[in-house]
């Protein structure tokens, strides 16, 4: 494992330099090579936006997490799926198009939510129940599954309290790479 810190990697992100984001993955690439990794994730699904310019020079294949998202979607026969995360995932295309995502304000609002709340380990009752806001209007647009689609949203977040079933994408990726690690040759 190998990661910068969160604010180093937003000083590019809120700048949009996703060259620069892709340069840091390609340094954890290659560090990770170097100690004998057979295999890469990334568990933030917004730095994925910079794995285009990653790939054609990474040392190592990549499991990518909206991949594994969607692939779980299928086995549970989900077709219409809504996508929550930051402003700069929903706004990419990470993930499929057809994906439904919230609205501008929403995403403002998510974004503020997860950037100064989730973060910082502030978890707001207001935060639970405008989550469940913008999935109930994904349900009523058709939307029979939802994507976690940021780490810190399954803090707040889960089956239990969502009017439509989760997809957390850091776990379907982390069972996706203990699978591909276990697997034998």
């Excluded at 700048?15 to 690439?29: F, K």
């Excluded at 057979?38 to 991949?67: E, G, K, M, Y």
């Excluded at 402003?87 to 950037?115: C, F, G, K, Q, T």
Aim: hydrophobic content about 45%; proline content about 6%.
């Amino acid at each position: 494992m190998h990661t910068f810190s969160l604010a180093d990697w937003m000083q590019p992100i809120y700048r949009g330099e996703w060259q620069e984001v892709a340069e840091m993955m390609l340094a954890s690439a290659h560090k990770l090579a170097a100690v004998g990794a057979d295999f890469l994730i990334c568990p933030d699904n917004t730095l994925h936006q910079a794995l285009p310019s990653v790939l054609p020079r990474s040392p190592l294949p990549w499991l990518h997490i909206a991949d594994e998202v969607a692939a779980h979607a299928a086995e549970r026969g989900w077709r219409r799926v809504g996508l929550t995360g930051t402003r700069w995932l929903v706004e990419s295309d990470v993930y499929p198009e057809s994906y439904v995502r919230p609205d501008a304000s929403e995403r403002e609002e998510i974004n503020r939510i997860i950037m100064e709340e989730l973060v910082c380990g502030v978890f707001k009752p207001q935060a639970v129940t405008y989550f469940q806001q913008v999935m109930r209007r994904m349900k009523a647009e058709g939307c029979d599954a939802v994507v976690l689609g940021c780490t810190e949203i399954p803090l707040v977040m889960n089956d239990a309290n969502s009017p439509l079933p989760t997809l957390d994408s850091t776990r379907l990726l982390a069972r996706a790479a203990l699978r591909r690690a276990t697997r034998t040759s």
